[in-house]
């Protein structure tokens, strides 16, 4: 009977760390769709009240800032012609605290051309909040940008151990 526990709880942990895996990445996504449809609260809300958001061109602090720079001129006047695409994403989870590193593109409509707008490298910190996944710390860096490696070598570094 105590074999049988022992596989229960190995099972039930491997299960909790897939799922864990699986909202992080459709967590991630979302943001990518709400940013495309101009949904400022949505894009907002994969955030933690007190996140940071440091991307090369912009730091915004906080939610309110995300959401400012979604209503913001800028984005809008690309809302309904941009598509973000998120991933593949590494994924590791400890606990209530994840990491995930990974590529994000971002492609734009102009006239009857779509182009690659953006291409950047991604490092994503997130935290298990009242039970739901959000995210503390997002580093993104243009390619090509002086510091767009190290986003992910520091990551590759500071994987937590799952």
């Given at each position: 009977?105590?074999d ?21 990445h ?20 994969v955030?933690?009240e ?19 720079m ?8 690309m ?10 994403l ?7 605290v ?17 182009r ?7 490092r ?14 997002r580093?993104?860096?243009?390619l090509g ?5 190290g ?12």
């Open positions: 009977m105590h049988l526990e022992e596989k229960l709880e190995a099972l039930t942990k491997r299960v909790q760390a897939l799922e864990d895996e699986l909202a992080i459709r967590l991630v996504v979302r943001y990518g769709v709400a940013v495309d449809i101009g949904d400022a609260r949505a894009a907002a809300e955030f933690a007190d996140a940071v958001y440091d991307a090369d061109v912009l730091v915004m602090n906080g939610r309110g800032a995300v959401s400012d979604v209503n913001g001129p800028r984005h809008q006047g809302v309904g012609r941009c598509a973000h695409q998120i991933g593949p590494v994924v590791r989870v400890n606990g209530d994840a990491l995930a590193i990974g590529y994000s593109r971002v492609y734009l409509r102009e006239g009857d051309t779509i690659i707008y953006r291409v950047s490298y991604n994503w910190e997130l935290q298990r909040r009242a039970g739901q996944w959000r995210i503390v710390r580093l993104t860096r243009l940008h002086d510091e767009a490696r986003v992910f070598e520091q990551g590759l570094i500071d994987l937590p151990e799952e």
